[in-house]
């Protein structure tokens, strides 16, 4: 059972991480992804939207059927993401002002349609919750590390506007690593987010077979999968 | 399993599309009328603060219930008025520029005496790092309208400096500080051919 939930965390952090590894919602990441705040505001939002649709749909897997699966699966996601959306607007609307662009943006993050048949049309409500848990988090590193080379190489700083988002308690966080810095505008602009994607897929990969390397060089049991 | 056959009948499947529609429908029906009057109460305050930022004056009258509506070059306008005892000290609206990509929505506030008193940009798309230079925590540009009125600069100084004008344009961007300084030369020309329904002086019942 814990070997199960393990499995789980290490797919949705790590080894089927949505970003790096599934390669889906590239378009909500690079366009959100000019700051880490930015990159942290949209993760956050989408790990919340995906944790109760996996939830939702992992729970009415039993009456629906597979030829109308999709479009039944749209509509919940839909539903869920305008009630976010609607709640956010009327009682905390500073947050809504920061994130409101991104929250819209997640009804077309082909991510959370993919974990809803991927995993919530065949697993348990709470293996779902975890498993959008998990995929979330990893969403949001994943944005976070992004957004972070994009904004540090483009603007010199990090966390710039974290204030907006999560309060002026996080205020600290804002820092210029570049002081006078003249700005890098390609690492803000779409393309410097692709070349960013591209660089860090490329360092994942390299990780991931020097670990499978090593892992033959001890010659323990081959770790085929 | 009785499900299972249920499932595979065309009929379940368009009811169970149907009841799924239904029901989220009645869901987000519910929760809009929930939430309506919270937004809207959050949207005055929104509009009341981006109000006060280009009225840098004293008043003493709900300038967001002060309105009148007229006609302009860019369709209606709603402007809302700020009074000192009954008379109306200045005028706040919106203008709109064509940028780089997309409208550029700018709120101005102008005194009766036709002066800017603050200009401030709501909405834009324009490219970060080169255009949003407009907003003033990227920088001071969107300042150099304060106290200008027409005739300070002459009409055919209001352009950006490479058109022979006033304003500076930005390194690397020209059409958006250009579509700005055009919306906010409009919004004046706006106030001088409107300025007695402006500053209700000719009776008007708002």
Not at chain 2, 42 to 52: I, K, P
């Amino acid at each position: 059972m814990t070997e199960k939930y393990t499995r789980i965390t290490r797919d949705g952090l790590w080894d089927n991480n949505v970003v790096f590894v599934q390669m889906l919602a590239l378009c909500p990441t690079l366009a959100v992804t000019s700051t880490v705040t930015n990159g942290l505001g949209m993760g956050l939002a989408t790990t919340a939207v995906l944790v109760f649709s996996n939830m939702i749909i992992s729970a009415v897997r039993h009456w629906v059927s597979a030829e109308v699966r999709i479009p039944i699966y749209i509509v919940l996601i839909a539903t869920l993401v305008t009630l976010v959306d609607m709640s956010l607007n009327a009682w905390v609307h500073e947050l809504y002002k920061v994130l409101g662009l991104f929250i819209a943006l997640i009804v077309v993050n082909c991510a959370i349609l993919g974990r809803a048949e991927a995993f919530a049309s065949k697993s348990s409500v709470t293996d779902s919750a975890l498993d959008g848990l998990m995929m979330g988090l990893g969403f949001t590193a994943s944005l976070v590390l992004i957004g972070g080379v994009r904004e540090l190489l483009g603007s010199g700083t990090l966390f710039a506007n974290a204030h907006l988002l999560l309060g002026p308690a996080f205020a600290f966080l804002e820092t210029t690593i570049v002081t006078d810095y003249k700005g890098f505008l390609l690492m803000i602009l779409p393309p410097g987010g692709f070349m960013v994607v591209g660089l860090l897929l490329a360092a994942k990969r390299v990780i991931d077979q020097r670990r499978v390397a090593r892992a033959e060089l001890v010659a323990t049991e081959a770790s085929n999968n | 399993m009785k499900l299972d056959e249920l499932r595979s009948k065309l009929s379940y499947q368009g009811l169970s599309l149907g009841g799924v529609a239904l029901l989220t429908s009645v869901i987000l029906a519910v929760a809009s009328r929930a939430t309506e009057a919270d937004i809207q109460k959050a949207e005055a305050l929104d509009l009341q603060q981006s109000l006060a930022i280009v009225l840098p004056i004293q008043y003493d009258n709900d300038v967001t219930k002060d309105t009148v509506v007229l006609p302009s070059p860019e369709g209606e306008v709603t402007v809302y008025r700020a009074r000192k005892a009954g008379k109306v000290d200045a005028v706040v609206y919106r203008v709109i520029g064509r940028g780089y990509s997309g409208a550029i929505v700018c709120v101005m506030g102008v005194s009766r005496e036709g002066k800017i008193l603050g200009v401030r940009v709501l909405k834009h798309a324009e490219t970060p790092g080169l255009g949003d230079k407009i907003e003033p925590a990227k920088s001071k540009w969107i300042f150099s309208f304060d106290g200008k009125f027409l005739g300070n600069p002459q009409a055919e100084k209001w352009a950006v400096k490479k058109d022979g004008g006033e304003f500076d344009q930005f390194a690397g961007a020209t059409i958006t500080p250009r579509a700005v300084v055009k919306a906010v030369k409009g919004g004046l020309d706006f106030f001088a051919k409107e300025r007695s329904k402006l500053l209700d002086e000719v009776g008007a019942n708002s």
